[in-house]
């Protein structure tokens, strides 16, 4: 990909943005297209087979991550609003499609991937102009997007570019919210008591809201706020900068 | 016995791999003048409660004698037959610490070795200036136990001995040519952090070390 | 394994004290850690060199094997071999008992551990003890290593006075830590004297020049392997190095990363018995190598990366899930990440498969790795072996975790998430009946509201904005 600009993008939504957060979904296109790119959301889109995979059922994730291999043509990159997903299509889809027809396919996609907030930094070196009230903002950065993915700077200096926007850290902030997907099912009483520390960690910090890169976390962290009653907002961070930065 | 050494070294040999690079190995150098090198590992020594003490051929015997004198060390277990035995028979048997020969096997003076000694005393072979440790190759004249039985184990090392790191020590005295029974790094006194994490000496090893550096 | 499992996490949860004392521990840890590898870029250097050190001695571990053990001969040392834990422990005791020896000492060692080798051995009349000091510790309270470097990480100070007042009552109570080590050091003082034998483990083995290397804090391991005219070692197959060369580099992160230490006290390195003149030192020494599975494990070219380990730790000290558990939860020999990858393919999947689910796949153990095991990526793979059904691969246990529910459920996930058309009028329907759906999710919703379904997704949204590639 190297340093030129890409004039185009495919947007690969992921299944829970599609149908628990497309305002997340739609303000990740609109931040990327105010950058002056189009942007293709391919209709055929589904999942990255991520949920399968982690389970261990890899014939069963390979059929739906293959199912989105011919989605994107040509040299565009594709942006994911997911750490996971996009660590799924980046550091997993090679090693699941080994031996297979489809590798070659798997490793350009694979190729191809960034997660949105690392596209706007590191590629899109986007400028942000806030707009918004005075806000104290804690991020929980996902796993896979600081460790899989590298890009736990993004979110930070994208926060930071906002003027308004008092970025406040919580304890044991690199520490996972006990997510992990099948695990939560699986698992329940460890990964109830990883959210609940997690939650007791950020509202600790009094910030009026918490974002996040990954949906995964954001359903489990603000599912846990709001069970517990009073405590910040949750929303995905891509919401989160459009609507600070959105002219009205 | 054979049968088992025989099912798993076939095992391991059944499985083929390609052969993977060659490994580049490196002697890890650093350019660490001689007092850099004393600097620095009296400083790892001493944040690890060593004792380092600048002293000088001349009077490193008296420096000795003040330290033990002032750690209530009545007798002092040395070697006799190595280059430092023999002037500490001539230069501290009138100060009233009383010097012990190791020149027995252990078994013939174990408990008088294990309850009765205060202090001891040994050469070392060079010191390790990235992470603060002494070398000693321990022989006959100078046996193992000299650096581990007594509470206080002193040290004289030579400043030029001292190495920048462990690898190059390794590489330069040409240890892999020949090594002997027992080799060690001494890296401050014995130590434990078992309970609850908080650090107590003299655990099982000496509780003060002492190191003498003559230039 | 379910239940057992299931009912050690829900012990280890029930106690709070216990979950405060590890996060404090935990921190310190890895606050310690991060403090002695200041620089970034020099620290992920050196993993790329222990791993390709590690790697290296792996893909010639048959002739490396052979070349220690010749060295060994040649130095004197007696090598044994032993298949599993059991004949390990066997050898053990033929040795012990040529030697006619009633006590012991010993050194710590995991392997022994894994052996379960004091256990045995006191079957059979001999007296075992723990020098190491958090292993004595477990021993006199009666229960196994909770850590693999701190065995005694669980315990607090006051616990630890209180089993010492029990254990001990003619010495007057104390929780000062410098006089609970000063009464330990008093005991073993003794018993180091008096021991017939000493035990230890092994951190590396060099090919080159058949050395065993002994790394320690306390000097226990010094005491066992030089006081008692025996020395037994035991460790597993995969510890050896090729050359003398690859063993600063393996120290300097093995200590950096288990306990932030630029080096521990003592660095040991034995090549052999007692020599004609030497006036200390054991007159024999023996090893025993132990396989127990790791020949099978060596036999798998992803899995291997798994004998990369030096036991440092580090994996157990930042994972989020030993944080809230402890060891004991665990069940196994070896806690942690790095047991949930290892036990389950040395005690098969049937019985610790559930170990690789017990994970978030957070990544926080692969990231400080000293050795770059993909911990993560290998916990993943162990799922796949579990439910996997079409019998090639080697590790115990295959396809045992499959459950015919759960397949069904994933087979149709996966033909509607590849059939697009399809996909979309389910995800539609979804939307559209969001309020019909069931907002009890089982665990899930015990602590947290059920996720809100969108009004529309986002596939019915972006049509209107036209920015769909038809």
Redesign the interface.
């Known amino acids: 990909m190297g340093n030129q600009m890409p004039r185009t993008v495919y947007?690969f939504?992921t299944?829970l943005?599609?149908?628990?957060?497309?305002?997340a979904?739609?303000a990740g296109?609109a931040l990327i297209k105010r950058e002056g790119l189009k942007?293709?959301?391919?209709?055929?889109?589904?999942?990255c087979?991520q949920?399968?995979?982690?389970?261990?059922?890899?014939?069963?994730?390979r059929?739906?991550a293959?199912?989105q291999l011919d989605?994107f043509p040509g040299e565009h990159p594709i942006v994911v609003p997911s750490g996971s997903c996009a660590g799924m299509m980046k550091h997993h889809y090679p090693d699941l499609f080994f031996d297979k027809p489809e590798h070659t396919k798997a490793v350009d996609v694979a190729d191809r991937v960034w997660e949105l907030t690392g596209f706007l930094t590191d590629v899109l070196n986007i400028k942000l102009k806030d707009l918004g009230e005075p806000l104290q903002v804690a991020l929980h950065t996902s796993?896979?997007t600081?460790?899989?993915m590298g890009m736990a700077h993004a979110g930070e200096s994208l926060l930071a570019q906002l003027d308004a926007v008092e970025v406040v850290e919580q304890a044991h902030k690199?520490?996972?919210c006990?997510?992990?997907?099948?695990?939560?099912?699986?698992?329940?009483?460890?990964?109830?008591?990883?959210?609940?520390d997690k939650t007791e960690a950020l509202r600790a910090t009094e910030a009026a809201l918490v974002v996040s890169q990954d949906s995964g976390c954001l359903?489990?962290i603000?599912?846990?706020i709001?069970?517990q009653g009073e405590g910040p907002k949750t929303q995905h961070i891509a919401e989160f900068l459009w609507e600070r930065t959105r002219e009205r | 016995m054979n049968e088992s050494r025989r099912q798993i070294l076939d095992r391991l040999r059944a499985v083929s791999r390609e052969e993977g690079g060659v490994l580049q190995r490196r002697v890890d150098r650093r350019v660490w003048n001689q007092d850099e090198k004393v600097q620095r590992f009296a400083e790892c020594m001493s944040a690890v409660r060593a004792e380092v003490y600048r002293t000088s051929e001349v009077s490193w015997v008296n420096d000795l004698q003040r330290i033990l004198k002032s750690k209530g060390a009545g007798n002092l277990l040395y070697a006799p037959a190595k280059a430092h035995g023999k002037l500490l028979r001539e230069d501290l048997s009138s100060s009233g610490i009383e010097l012990v020969p190791y020149d027995l096997e252990v078994e013939r003076w174990k408990r008088r070795l294990f309850e009765q000694m205060d202090a001891s005393i040994t050469g070392c072979r060079g010191a390790i200036a990235e992470t603060g440790s002494l070398i000693l190759w321990p022989d006959e004249d100078e046996p193992r136990l000299l650096s581990l039985i007594p509470p206080i184990h002193c040290v004289l090392l030579r400043a030029e001995q001292i190495y920048s790191t462990f690898s190059e020590a390794i590489d330069i005295q040409g240890w892999a040519d020949g090594m002997p029974t027992n080799a060690l790094l001494i890296s401050g006194p014995s130590k434990s952090a078992d309970i609850a994490q908080v650090l107590a000496y003299g655990v099982h090893g000496p509780k003060s070390l002492v190191i003498l550096i003559i230039p | 394994m379910s239940g057992e499992f299931h009912d050690g996490v829900v012990k280890a949860l029930g106690d709070d004290a216990l979950r405060q004392h590890l996060r404090r521990a935990m921190d310190s840890l890895i606050a310690k850690r991060l403090a002695v590898f200041p620089d970034q870029d020099a620290l992920q250097e050196l993993r790329r060199y222990g791993m390709a050190i590690r790697g290296n001695a792996l893909s010639k571990l048959p002739q490396l094997l052979e070349r220690f053990e010749a060295r060994c001969e040649e130095n004197g040392i007696h090598v044994h071999w032993a298949e599993t834990t059991d004949e390990a422990n066997k050898t053990v005791f033929e040795i012990l008992q040529s030697h006619d020896v009633k006590r012991l000492v010993k050194g710590k060692s995991m392997v022994s551990e894994e052996m379960g080798l004091n256990h045995f051995l006191e079957a059979k009349g001999i007296e075992c003890l723990e020098s190491d000091l958090g292993e004595f510790i477990i021993q006199l309270a009666g229960e196994t290593p909770s850590h693999i470097v701190m065995p005694a990480l669980h315990k607090s100070k006051q616990e630890i006075a209180e089993l010492f007042h029990e254990k001990f009552p003619d010495i007057p109570y104390s929780d000062d830590v410098d006089e609970l080590t000063a009464v330990a050091r008093g005991i073993l003082r003794e018993k180091f004297m008096q021991a017939d034998a000493g035990i230890s483990g092994v951190n590396f083995l060099i090919a080159e020049t058949g050395t065993l290397c002994l790394v320690e804090n306390e000097g226990n391991g010094r005491m066992s392997t030089t006081v008692p005219p025996l020395h037994i070692a035991v460790t597993g197959i995969e510890k050896v190095v090729e050359e003398l060369a690859d063993v600063p580099p393996l120290l300097s992160l093995l200590t950096r990363s288990a306990t932030g230490q630029p080096i521990t006290t003592y660095f040991n390195m034995i090549k052999g018995p007692r020599q004609p003149g030497e006036k200390d030192g054991p007159q024999e020494v023996h090893l025993v190598l132990l396989d127990n599975g790791r020949s099978r494990i060596f036999a798998d070219e992803e899995l291997q990366a798994t004998l990369r380990c030096i036991r440092c730790g580090a994996c157990i000290n930042h994972c989020p899930i030993y944080t809230r558990l402890g060891g004991h939860a665990y069940g196994t020999v070896y806690p942690g990440p790095i047991g949930s990858i290892l036990e389950p393919q040395k005690e098969g999947l049937e019985r610790l498969g559930e170990l690789a689910e017990a994970s978030t796949l957070c990544g926080a153990c692969g990231e400080v790795c000293p050795v770059r095991i993909p911990i993560p990526k290998l916990l993943n793979r162990l799922r796949w072996e579990g439910v996997r059904r079409d019998g090639t691969g080697e590790t115990s246990g295959q396809g045992r975790r499959r459950k015919h529910s759960e397949s069904l459920a994933w087979k149709a996930w996966s033909s509607l998430a590849s059939r697009p058309a399809l996909y979309r009028i389910a995800v539609k329907s979804a939307c559209r009946f969001r309020r019909m759906l069931p907002q009890q999710l089982g665990p899930w919703t015990h602590v947290r509201k059920a996720p809100e379904i969108a009004e529309k997704p986002l596939r019915e949204l972006v049509e209107v904005q036209g920015l769909t590639d038809e």
């Open positions: 947007f939504a299944c943005v599609d149908m628990f957060y497309p305002n979904g739609l296109m942007v293709i959301y391919p209709r055929n889109q589904t999942c087979g949920p399968a995979y982690n389970a261990g059922y890899r014939d069963e994730a059929k739906v293959a199912a989605l796993c896979s600081r460790r899989e690199a520490e996972c006990g997510f992990g997907g099948s695990f939560a099912v699986k698992q329940p009483e460890i990964s109830n008591a990883m959210v609940r359903m489990n603000g599912g846990a709001e069970h």
